[in-house]
């Protein structure tokens, strides 16, 4: 008699510019992991994400039973992955981040585009803020000047740690940062002195725009893409006084934290029949209550497409995004009103 798989829950977190994915245990234990870039195309840097991800296990004795999706592409994703739960990144990162860190009282996040700011109380997200449309503040900017200095920029953070002398590089937008940046360089100022002060350029902004406002509370924790920056870090401890705490994860935080919800959702089909994932998507946790395993396979059999509709049938004028699986319409969101709802065949 062979012993039944054990359970586990994949998630799944779709950024612009990169996409990561976790697999966590029954224990919630992370047991494969992936990051990948973006590339332009969301569909595709999940399926070589999830492929990823199931080359790490063992899937004669690992039955997946639900997937999670967050970041920016979350509905294409979950709609093509048949999440249980889509949610929002706030949510994500402060559910995985309040598991690992039950006491923490601010979350830092910087990620290639965007940034966020999360305030906690008693283990609750109770306020949040995030980056606009300034990208002065972003990994994305922090790799533009990389190229710039013909540095990689995974050694930014080590050169940044050798300066004595930062230099004092503008803060308060990219285009001024970039042109203060290269006014340095013709002055001659020290390679390790510019890279310090670009680091402390984003920490700056970062506090200034994200975090302008907020309540910065120890203990604090750093994470996303520029969580991995010792220069980023430094900069925020100067700034801040405190101690600033990166998890070896925190890039992965919002894959891990919906990874979570998918457990959760499981949990909640199996006293529910109807099993219907959150945000109304019936996807992976209904199937699993029937003891339906994810198909790692079956990813990449299916040919998914995305149309944009205008509803003219309110003053609203929606655009309403439908997904297609092999041209069968399996979900739709974007319109404010029922009116304008399409429904699944």
Known sequence: MTDAPANAYLGIDIGSISTKGVIVDADRAIVARSYLWTEGNPTDAARRVVADLGAQIDRDAVRVRAVGTTGSARRLVGAMLGAAVVKNEITAHAVGTTYLHPDVRTILEIGGQD???????????????????????????????????????????????????????????????????????QVGYAREDIIAGLCRAVASNYLNNVGKGKKIVAPVVFQGGVSKNAGVVRAFEDMLGIDVLVDPDGHLMGAFGVALLAAEAVAAAGADAAGMGRDGIAGAASRSAGGEAFDFDAVGDFAFKTREIECAKCANHCEIICVYRDDQLIDSWGNRCDQGAVRAG
Do not use: W
């Open 115 to 185: 940034s966020k700011i999360i305030c906690v109380e008693g283990g609750i997200a109770v306020d949040y803020a995030m980056n606009t449309l300034c990208a002065a503040g972003t990994g994305a900017f922090l790799s533009s000047q990389a190229a710039r200095l013909g540095v990689e920029v995974e050694e930014f953070g080590a050169i940044a740690l050798a300066s004595k002398r930062p230099a004092n590089i503008a803060a308060r937008c990219t285009v001024f940062a970039e042109s203060d940046l290269v006014h340095k360089i």
